[in-house]
């Protein structure tokens, strides 16, 4: 087994303690508002499968474009350099792009309170544990690993500072080119994980029992590959004509937005969004 067939496996864990089981992408108001209903009968039409779908397009097509990118710039930044050239200017050169792409995050999220929240505690969740567990991984022992080290925890002290956010599709792409994960597979990853945590939502909010959770989920590969198929290829631009008419990252259920924001207003409520 390869490295990266290994850490993807790690990535993917379920326990992995990055936060994202205290969300719900908008689930949980979804159902007390009546969007989705619960135990609908696979014979009508079924609202959660309705609700998830959507999610993963919007998904797909706001923010996979960040994470996509701030892939790509991590990676060039950090197969850059060689060992002498871990030093203040390398890992400076590593962040501006990133902290770039971050900015612009923050602003397409600046109308939905909720959602930047997650958005910030998954991210620095992600990143804390890069810091505190991956970083010290023996294969993190070469230029680029050390070169990633340092540029992670100058990050996560810029957030502590409030100078960037840290939101999560930039922080997860980041740590995997930091570690060595493809372009391809951390795509794959991001969207997954998605999925999966809605899922999650679903059954312990008793919308859905884990059994007919795990068959859902086994359905959603061909949708979940139809996306990347369309849309793996999207990067954020931020001096085109191109972006400035909403070409590159764009919310394609605004319907769903609105009951995100709205999770703050519930009465009573399990999740944290």
């Known amino acids: 087994m390869d490295r990266e067939t290994w850490l993807l496996w790690l ?19 979804a159902v007390q508002a009546g969007l989705v209903h619960e135990n609908a009968p696979e014979t009508e039409r079924d609202s959660f499968v309705e609700f998830i779908r959507s999610s993963a397009q919007n998904q797909a097509r706001f923010a996979l474009p960040f994470c996509s990118l701030a892939h790509e710039q991590a990676s060039q930044q950090l197969g850059s350099k060689d060992a002498d050239a871990v030093t203040d200017d390398a890992v400076a050169a590593v962040l501006e ?3 770039r792409i971050d900015d612009y995050h923050q602003a397409m999220l600046s109308s939905n309170s909720v959602a930047m929240r997650a958005s910030i505690a998954q991210g620095g ?3 804390s544990l890069f810091n505190r567990g991956y970083a010290h991984a023996h294969f993190m022992a070469d230029e680029r690993g050390r070169l990633g080290a340092q540029a992670a925890k100058r990050l996560q002290r810029l957030a502590r500072l409030g100078e960037v956010r840290g939101h999560w599709p930039v922080i997860f792409g980041f740590v995997c080119a930091a570690i060595g994960i493809s372009l391809e597979h951390t795509q794959q990853l991001y969207l997954f994980q998605f999925v999966r945590q809605i899922f999650s939502a679903a059954i312990r909010l008793n919308l859905v029992g884990p059994l007919r959770a795990q068959a859902l989920q086994c359905d959603m590969q061909l949708f979940v590959d139809g996306l990347l198929t369309q849309h793996a290829h999207r990067r954020v631009a931020f001096e085109t004509l191109e972006d400035m008419f909403g070409e590159t990252v764009v919310y394609t259920e605004p319907v769903l937005e609105l009951y995100q924001g709205m999770h703050d207003r519930l ?6 969004s």
């Open 267 to 272: 009465y009573s409520r399990i999740f944290n």
């Open 125 to 127: 969740g992600l990143l």
């Open 97 to 99: 792009p990133l902290q």
């Open 11 to 29: 990535l993917a864990d379920s326990q992995l303690p990055t936060g994202g089981f205290v969300a719900s992408a908008g689930l949980e108001a």
